[in-house]
């Protein structure tokens, strides 16, 4: 029941990126720190996903879209109104522009969320907690070298380099990140949206461990971008809740 309730949704919330594919463990040539000859008690490797992606949304606005997860008809909200019970994180990238954009993953948790200590804590922590041990590691398989030389591939404690909100519902666990509120990363992405149909982009979301007792650190989830077409991206004027519940019921 739950896996036929999930293709459904998938299908008809899913926005198109073209080949967006889980990967289960960190993309191989992005550098971080647990890829040292001598690993030290926090830098042993995570182990593999502890969630699935089930959905993706490409959207455009006028304005800065934030807490997807609490939107009636989108994807996490229609899930539990089927009865599900399962967790979400929510990965949503927000980009600036004449247009903003938003890229944002819906990953599913694959077991309960109080199996895992330091995932727990993460999402009922609080902000300096939080900004202290997420983490991304993005990496460009193809594309220019510039391109490559201005990404990187190393890890990136994300919310002490950018503005990011978090938002916790009954059952997601929402992050925001602004690309806009950094000069330098704002730069990047648009060097990289300019680009964005030529490239395919890694992406991995990590929970830092510091202690013995948190290891190993969580691959939270994966994801990869080949060659997508914001052109085709939702705008969310066009959206509404009654016409997402109504589709969902087709």
């Not at 690993?39 to 949304?57: C, I, M, S, W, Y």
């Not at 983490?135 to 404690?157: D, E």
């Not at 950094?182 to 461990?209: D, M, P, R």
């Amino acid at each position: 029941m739950v896996d036929q309730l999930l293709t459904k949704l998938v299908a008809s919330t899913c926005v198109e990126l073209p080949r967006v594919v889980n990967r289960e463990d960190i993309p191989s040539s992005p550098s971080s720190d647990s890829q040292t000859s001598n690993p030290g008690p926090n830098q042993r490797k995570a182990n593999e996903t502890l969630t699935q992606l089930v959905a993706a949304d490409c959207l455009k606005s006028n304005k800065r879209e934030g807490d997807l997860g609490s939107r009636p008809g989108g994807t996490v909200q229609r899930y539990a109104a089927k009865g599900g019970q399962q967790f979400f994180f929510i990965i949503n990238i927000q980009i600036p522009g004449a247009t903003k954009h938003n890229l944002a993953f819906y990953y599913m948790l694959t077991k309960p969320l109080e199996e895992t200590p330091l995932l727990e804590r993460f999402v009922n922590g609080d902000d300096t907690f939080r900004n202290s041990r997420f983490k991304l590691i993005p990496y460009i398989s193809k594309g220019s070298w510039i391109v490559k030389q201005s990404v990187g591939n190393k890890a990136c404690l994300v919310g002490q380099a950018l503005e990011v909100k978090y938002f916790r519902g009954k059952n997601y666990m929402e992050i925001d990140i602004d690309v806009g509120s950094s000069t330098k990363a704002n730069g990047v992405a648009s060097l990289v949206f300019g680009f964005l149909s030529n490239l395919v982009i890694e992406l991995a979301f990590l929970i830092q461990a510091e202690t013995e007792e948190e290891l190993p650190k969580i691959l939270l989830g994966t994801c990869r971008l080949n060659h997508l077409d914001v052109t085709k991206a939702v705008s969310t004027d066009s959206i509404s809740p009654k016409q997402q519940l109504a589709s969902l019921e087709q």
